[in-house]
């Protein structure tokens, strides 16, 4: 178009296209906007008829509902960097176990089509993304909403996976009956979430109160504080517990879709290049390690399982390289955008750096905005070789004292969610802690003599899906 503002004609409405970073930022920042893609999201993919009305009717009170005020708090990510660190080093060595029963199997692996290798019984196949997400949905519900919940409901990552895959249609307002494949499977399995969403709120809401909530979900203390929080605001608004349902999994989908497919994302570019993963291995080690006790030293006629030790916080202070992987997966694998209604009229100006010849633009009242980040972050006049892989491009060095760091800059703040911006505390450290943790200690090669790929993208909302899965073969590297 050669115009940094532009019309799109969408479902029988005009909004204003704006693809200018200053005036994305401007925008964003504005006082005159409201972002009304989470109402739409709440009713259209979630469910929801009565929480967004709730919080409005008790925006004066003295009821909090800020999800990144909580997430940016310093004492929630030092709780989440131990949370993580304790099921890392708990888990990261049963990421395969070599198990031919699925009996003796992980949780994860049941999902991900694991094979031992009939030649070699310390190799495993399995479809990378799947096993992923699988790991990290496993982890991160436990982190999030207990091991009560995730011994109760097993079959509940299913369900958010079936949801995810059909996100888009449900957002835009697909109906159960239209004869598209897979949305009536979408509505299927959020009904059945919302339904343990509920159940999850009663007994929560019981064992609160000191009630007994019953043995299935006795044990409630390890619940995280961002649920926790989140659902004590909940009975504060006198919501019941259906009502309540569509924030709570909203909320929960917000953090587990960006973080699983940001962490597969940058996992298997880290392991497609040779010459990368070294560099990557060799500036981690100092803070993730991967040892294994011989026999000698056990006294035990076979092998003890690896074990993982990790300082999360040295790892995320000192390993630039690392950041900046996760950095350049965010500008190559987000499909964010963002959405604003302009509350007034606003004026729009590019910025000297956008344009040698800035112009300006005036935005009435009541307009909608969209902002698609991929503009940017796709952009070689921004980016030189935009297409290729180059974390590189986020490492700043210091001009006095030579100290090269990760900034993430060059793509923010253009990293939206449904609860404001997904760089935050506690998306960082997972996917950091989960990818240094498979890279210390596992070897991942292609399962076919080919090299391994990074596969093309697949319509996804906040992260795109792989196109397909890849097959791999995964070796533990001591």
């Known amino acids: 178009m050669d115009e940094p503002v532009f019309g799109v004609y969408l479902r029988g409405e005009t909004h204003d296209t704006v693809v200018s970073p200053s005036m994305m930022k401007t925008v964003m920042s504005s006082d005159a906007s409201s972002a009304p893609v989470l109402d739409q ?6 469910g929801d008829r009565s929480l967004m009305r709730n919080l409005r009717l008790n925006r004066n009170q003295e009821v909090s509902d800020d999800v990144p005020e909580l997430m940016s708090k310093e004492s929630f990510a030092n709780d989440v960097s131990v949370a993580i660190t304790k099921l890392l080093q708990r888990n990261t060595s049963s990421l395969v176990t070599f198990s031919r029963s699925p009996v003796d199997m992980a949780p994860w692996e049941r999902e991900s089509h694991v094979d031992v290798s009939e030649e070699d019984q310390s190799v495993s196949e399995a479809n990378l993304f799947e096993l992923v997400r699988s790991f990290m949905g496993h982890n991160l ?3 999030m909403m207990g091991e009560a919940f995730v011994e109760n409901f097993p079959m509940f990552l299913a369900d958010l996976w079936t949801l995810d895959r ?3 249609p449900l957002f835009i307002g697909a109906r159960r009956w239209v004869p598209t494949p897979g ?6 399995a959020r009904d059945r979430l919302l339904h343990i969403m509920s159940i999850f709120y009663r007994a929560f809401s019981a064992w609160d109160d000191g009630i007994d909530p019953g043995i299935e979900l006795r044990e409630l203390d ?5 649920m926790k929080q989140r659902m004590r605001t909940f009975r504060k608004l006198e919501l019941s517990p259906g009502a309540s349902a569509a924030g709570n999994l909203s909320l929960y989908w917000d953090i587990m879709e960006h973080t699983i497919k940001m962490t ?8 497609a290049d040779i010459a990368l993963l070294k560099e990557i291995r060799t500036e981690i080690a100092p803070y993730v390690q991967s040892t294994r006790l011989s026999r000698e030293e056990t006294g035990f006629p076979f092998e003890e399982p690896p074990r993982l030790s990790l300082d999360l916080e040295k790892l995320l202070d000192s390993c630039p390289l690392l950041k900046a992987c996760y950095y350049e997966t965010l500008r190559l694998h987000s499909a964010g955008i963002s959405f604003r209604k302009l509350e007034s009229d606003l004026t729009l100006t590019e910025s000297i750096e956008d344009a040698t010849e800035p112009r300006t633009y005036k935005i009435s009242k009541g307009v909608k905005v969209i902002m698609p980040h991929g503009v940017h972050h796709n952009d070689p006049q921004r980016f030189s070789n935009p297409d290729q892989y180059d974390p590189l491009r986020f490492i700043m060095t210091d001009a006095t004292s030579g100290a090269k760091r990760a900034s993430a800059d060059p793509i923010g703040p253009f990293a939206d969610g449904l609860y404001g911006s997904k760089n935050n505390n506690f998306t960082e450290r997972t996917i950091l802690g989960f990818t240094a943790a498979i890279v210390s200690m596992w ?7 080919k090299e391994l790929t990074v596969p093309p993208h697949r319509t996804g909302w906040g992260a795109f899906l792989p ?12």
């Open 41 to 46: 999201a709440l009713q259209n993919v979630f």
């Open 141 to 143: 519900t436990t982190l």
């Open 166 to 168: 059909n996100f888009v």
């Open 183 to 188: 949305v009536s499977a979408g509505f299927a």
């Open 222 to 226: 390890d619940v995280s504080e961002l």
């Open 264 to 271: 597969f994302w940058t996992v298997i570019h880290i392991f």
């Open 443 to 449: 070897d991942i090669q292609s399962a076919s003599e």
């Open 467 to 478: 196109a397909k899965d890849v097959r791999v073969k995964m070796k533990q590297t001591v």
